[in-house]
């Protein structure tokens, strides 16, 4: 679209004539200027102009940015501000730490040193022939005051004999007094030698001597020379983090642009920290994932090199953090809880160290805890201190599968209420023994929780540390490992219900006070279930080889979110992984690494507070453990079934039920009166009453109980058909198939 404008006519003047004149008023001590006319040139009319209507940009950006105010400005700086006194100060742990370790480092440097000081006396001594002809080839050219031959020279070949003879009269006054200051100081001297070597005893002597050639030594070394004194270099120091360094390590990563660093490089405990903003388009997991060459654009070891992303402010923000020296050369750092201490699992328990060296906590109550990673990326790291964690706490009943059958965790076996170390059929079948008895505490434990009133629970029907410490409601915490759980969950014929159980564990269990720990080194479908990956609530992943694997330990989508254990080395970094309390919660941790011989001691420990408190239970206590029986009554019916019969009253047999296991059935006949004492009516009610609670068993599984006349065993009463037993048998052992089959 097209429109012609023309320009207005001008209003308020009379066209063609004066508009005004204007008058400049000078300012104080300025001349006036001089006046100026001004002569108005009539408008004329322009020609039509085409264009097309446009609208004017709009503006976004705000007129006025905000810019924080002095009181925001310093509130902020206050809150970051360090602690006035240093903490070596506060802590007196840590004080005297320091001191000690001062101490030591130079009662340790002064030994390496004096061990070392005939090596060191042997090379002054070797050096000394250089220094006695440096020194006297010094003392001759003082002697003969060499220096002043070059102006003699120039001297005599000036042509001034007058100025010649002053100058060489000079010279022979300074020699003569350095003869002399040279004989008056070498004569006592040389006396002096001769004294001490006549009265001093030998070894005195040979001390002066060799101090002697040291000092002549000493005076013979040159700067190109080995250094006398051995120092050493400790490459676990690294040199300080720039700014130019991490902008060309980023760029060899083929990260092109601007970078942006957010803050200065800082000091953040035993390293440095840079906040980098990439440049635009560019995602900081792709720097996680590239950990490796990242190091070697740095030319740092792999271990001192961390770099992190910070979805809080957005995915192009990275956190660096590059320690001072090498972890991996670095003193172990020891478990808090290695000598002394014990654990309360309603709070936090020490788990291991972050890349910074803090002590990083887990939480297990009200949780579940899941463990992935590759053979030797140091699952049993991770799963010893949580074992150990749980012996500590002498409220805490342990249940520990160690399904590898290595034995690592035999140091919390005098604790364990049960124990079990194979990797055989007898010991999947005690696995999933146990996980069915645990549903059965689980069903226990909810009864007793819904019978309290609510005052005792305050905050939902879940456990709490007051109602853990009644012994009469058996609600202490109760944790669960399973170590290597990929060998009970991928058996032919227990996999898929301990997979069941397991499932519904996690899903309810947690907030009854039991805890389910799950370590495995295949992370996938199979042997990881998918109702397991999906409701656990805390995980740890190691080292593992894809993005598959990382999904099944950390959950879906953590791979794409840049939470990448494929990143770490389990032959370097072995012990080191995420830990994941939520999708927005996450760190790298390293687990603390407990030897076995220090392990076995923090047991003994934990058996010494539990005999103290009177928890010892199950077979930490002497006591035998029945696996849990999963016989039905169709089962029961078949034993007792007699050889040779197609039909059976229902109150015969009941009584044989009764005898076969009296603490079942007994009840089902139980009566003040003797069967041989009983009226009719009694006897009819007795057998009413027998067969009702049969027909209601076998119900479920659709045996139908009818009227069955027997001659010569009492008429027609309620019974049961051999063929209908048979049947259901049939449908168990299909149903059996169909569960493994699935």
């Known amino acids: 679209m097209s429109t012609e404008f023309h320009r207005a006519p001008e209003t308020g003047r009379t066209p063609g004539g004066p508009l005004g004149e204007v ?92 061990t070392r000081s005939p090596i060191y006396l042997l090379r002054l001594v070797g050096r000394s022939p250089r220094g006695i002809g440096r020194l006297l080839r010094r003392w001759l050219c003082w002697l003969n005051d060499v220096e002043a031959k070059p102006v003699l020279a120039h001297a005599a070949g000036s042509g001034d004999p007058a100025a010649w003879m002053q100058l060489v009269a000079t010279q022979t006054k300074r020699t003569r007094a350095r003869r002399n200051i040279s004989l008056a100081v070498g004569a006592p001297a040389a006396l002096a030698v001769v004294a001490a070597v006549v009265l001093l005893p030998s070894w005195a002597v040979g001390a002066g001597l060799v101090a002697l050639l040291a000092a002549l030594g000493l005076a013979g070394s040159t700067s190109t020379d080995k250094p006398i004194i ?94 001072k020296k090498d972890p991996a ?124 009133p609510p005052d005792q629970v305050p905050k939902g029907r879940k456990v709490y540390p007051h109602l853990a410490k009644r012994k009469d409601l058996g609600l202490h915490p109760l944790l669960a490992v399973f170590d290597e759980a990929h060998t009970l969950f991928e058996h032919e014929e227990f996999g898929k219900e301990a997979a069941d159980i397991a499932g519904r564990l996690i899903r309810k269990a947690r907030a009854y006070g039991i805890i389910l720990v799950i370590t495995t080194q295949r992370p996938d479908a199979k042997s990881l279930p998918k109702v397991i990956s999906d409701n656990v609530s805390t995980r740890f992943c190691l080292a593992v080889t894809g993005q598959q694997a990382n999904d099944m330990v950390l959950g879906t989508s953590m791979y794409k979110n840049g ?31 407990i030897e076995q011989a220090e392990a076995i001691e923090i047991g003994k420990r934990a058996l010494a507070l539990r005999t103290a408190a009177g928890t010892l239970t199950g077979e930490a206590a002497g006591q035998a453990i029945e696996p849990e029986d999963t016989t039905t009554v169709i089962d029961h019916l078949v034993a007792v079934w ?39 009516d009694q006897v009819r009610a007795y057998e009413t009453r027998a067969a009702t609670m049969l027909s209601a068993a076998l119900k479920p599984f659709g045996v139908h109980t009818g009227q069955i006349t027997k001659r010569g065993a009492g008429g027609s009463r309620k019974g049961v058909k051999r063929a209908d037993l048979q049947a259901a048998v049939g449908r168990a052992a299909v149903a059996d198939e169909d569960d493994q089959a699935g």
């Open 23 to 114: 008058i400049t008023f000078p300012r104080p001590g300025q001349q006036p200027a001089g006046r100026t006319t001004v002569t108005e040139v009539p408008d004329q009319p322009g020609e039509p102009v085409e264009g097309e209507v446009v609208e004017a940009p709009r503006r976004v950006d705000a007129l006025a940015p905000h810019r924080p105010g002095w009181m925001e400005t310093h509130q902020a700086r206050l809150a970051e501000a360090p602690a006035v006194i240093p903490s070596y100060l506060r802590n007196r742990q840590e004080f005297t730490d320091n001191a000690r370790f001062i101490v030591e480092y130079y009662a340790r440097m002064g030994a390496y040193q004096a």
């Open 230 to 323: 051995d120092r050493w270099t400790s490459p676990q120091f690294q040199r300080e983090l720039t700014s130019d360094e991490v902008v060309q390590a980023i760029e060899a990563l083929g990260v092109k642009g601007r970078v942006d660093f957010v803050n200065p490089i800082q000091t953040d405990g035993p390293g440095w920290r840079a906040e980098i903003d990439l440049p635009p388009g560019h995602l900081a997991e792709r720097v996680l994932e590239e950990r490796a060459k990242l190091a070697a654009a740095m030319r740092r070891p792999l271990t001192t090199v961390w770099p992190e992303s910070d979805p809080e402010a957005h995915p192009g923000r990275l956190v660096l953090w590059v320690a």
């Open 329 to 452: 050369r670095s003193p172990r750092r020891l478990w808090p809880l290695m000598t002394s201490g014990q654990t309360n699992l309603f709070e936090d328990i020490p788990f291991g160290f972050n890349p910074r060296g803090q002590v990083v906590g887990l939480n297990l109550m009200y949780t579940n805890l899941l463990m992935g990673g590759v053979p030797g990326s140091g699952k049993t790291s991770g799963v010893m201190v949580v074992a150990l964690a749980g012996a500590l706490d002498p409220h805490c009943e342990m249940w520990v599968y160690e399904m590898k059958g290595s034995g690592d965790l035999d140091p919390v076996q005098p604790v364990c209420h049960r124990y079990v170390s194979g990797d055989d059929d007898e010991h999947c079948a005690s696995g999933l023994d146990a996980l069915r008895k645990l549903e059965k505490e689980l069903k226990r434990r909810k009864e007793v929780i819904a019978a309290l």
């Open 563 to 593: 939470v990448r254990a494929t990143m770490f080395d389990p032959k370097k970094e072995a012990g080191t992984g995420w830990l994941a309390k939520s999708s927005h919660d996450t760190q790298i941790v390293r687990a603390a690494f």
């Open 642 to 680: 007699p050889t040779g019969e197609d039909t059976m009253h229902s109150v015969r047999l009941v009584e044989a039920l009764a005898a076969y296991r009296p603490e079942t059935y007994g009840p089902w006949i139980q009566t003040d009166t003797p069967v041989q004492d009983m009226d009719p």
